[in-house]
């Protein structure tokens, strides 16, 4: 997952990775993937956005870490309807505000998306709009050294 540098300068003087993350949500976009989380999305296309029960609310993570890994809160449903189609190649952890656009500031992670061994697994990268996507499984990890 790639962090931008909003979210490392966030968490190096301002707050933890979960004040980072919570307040906000993911979208799942096709196309091609930005070379990195300050990229603008370019012409990747927003295929879905993944908020508390689909109704817009934003996301937020467990209240504490275990073993280096901080979870989604177990308390929230995080699922979102597909509204355009394609294939997913990325997502990006964001502000509801965030335009995409190329940015040292904004809070972001960035990951692949695939049916296996990807930053964020799913059943089918295919989207089609009237479908849902829910994210069950979300964790951001520190790993040691």
């Known amino acids: 997952m790639k962090r931008s540098t909003g979210f490392r300068d966030y968490v190096l003087a301002s707050g933890s990775v979960k004040q ?16 990195n989380a300050d990229a603008a999305l370019g012409s990747a296309v927003p295929l879905c956005t993944i908020t508390v029960d689909g109704a817009g609310g934003t996301l937020n993570m467990a209240a504490a870490p275990a073993g280096g890994q901080l979870p989604k809160s177990s308390s929230q449903v995080w699922r979102g309807d597909i509204t355009t189609a394609g294939t997913a190649t990325f997502f990006r952890h964001h502000a509801l505000g965030d335009d995409g656009s190329l940015s ?9 998306v695939g049916l296996v061994g990807a930053d964020i697994e799913v059943s089918d990268v295919i989207f089609t709009p009237g479908d849902e996507r829910k994210i069950n ?9």
């Open 20 to 35: 980072a993350l919570d307040g906000k949500v993911i979208t799942f976009y096709g196309g091609p993937v930005p070379a």
């Open 104 to 112: 040292t500031a904004a809070v972001r992670l960035q990951g692949t």
């Open 137 to 145: 499984y979300y964790v951001v990890a520190i790993t040691e050294g």
